[in-house]
């Protein structure tokens, strides 16, 4: 059974800092793994996947990938009132077609 | 393009009556579909899943079935509601096969009474 663990915050961070979210996993054969964004009462939004140890950069979001330590972050660069919401972290298995998520953590950018 | 329609986007039931949620994609063939539930304060739970048309694998033993009757079709059905159905109902497509990126609907947030 695949855990996804998360900080359930909520986590506050002025507007411009640097907003850093982490979620850890158990199963070491997870390979494919996701952020989503949810805004309170929407659906979630893919805002990135990783699928290599290392990190990969979109804009403002960086994602960082550990396979031996088992974590995945993801970094939010000069954070807005707007990047608010739930962020919720997602990893497949090997030639697994299910996602399996972590409950969220609640992101709040205090202007 | 690439897009999800899901309805109707809320509903209210009684308890003991029938559920009919629909999901219809665009923008793709054979796509791998999914429904997820969201309960309040709770994470994503995978119900149901469909790799092609006729071909669906459940999740989490329960009152709700599902069905594709077509490619780009996915039905989640139940004959009964509970009280615990309620939730915001998701579905979910991965318009490209391999890639394992899931993309969501709007979303039918269903209220049971």
């Known amino acids: 059974q695949k855990e996804v663990e998360q900080n359930s915050g909520p986590l506050s961070v002025p507007e411009g800092a640097i907003a850093s979210l982490n979620c850890t996993y158990s199963d070491r054969v997870s390979q494919s793994f996701f952020w989503y964004r949810q805004y309170s009462g929407k659906s979630p939004e893919l805002i990135m996947s990783i699928y290599s140890n290392g990190d990969k950069e979109d804009g403002r979001f960086t994602a960082q990938l550990n396979k031996a330590s088992q974590y995945v972050s993801l970094l939010i660069r000069d954070s807005q009132p707007s990047d608010s919401a739930t962020y919720l972290c997602a990893l497949s298995g090997a030639g697994s077609y299910q996602l399996t998520f972590g409950k969220g953590t609640k992101l709040s950018v205090i202007p | 393009s690439q897009t999800i329609h899901q309805w109707p986007a809320t509903l209210v039931q009684p308890v003991g009556s029938p559920l009919s949620l629909e999901c219809t994609v665009e923008g793709t063939s054979n796509p791998n579909l999914y429904w997820y539930r969201q309960a309040a304060g709770r994470g994503l739970q995978l119900l149901f899943y469909s790799v092609g048309i006729g071909q669906i694998s459940s999740e989490v033993p329960q009152n709700l079935s599902a069905s594709r009757p077509q490619d780009r079709q996915f039905i989640l059905s139940s004959k009964k509601l509970l009280l615990s159905d309620s939730g915001f109902y998701l579905c979910?497509?991965?318009?490209?096969?391999?890639?394992?990126?899931?993309?969501f609907g709007p979303g039918t947030r269903l209220t049971v009474t």
């Open positions: 979910a497509c991965e318009f490209s096969g391999g890639s394992y990126e899931q993309y």
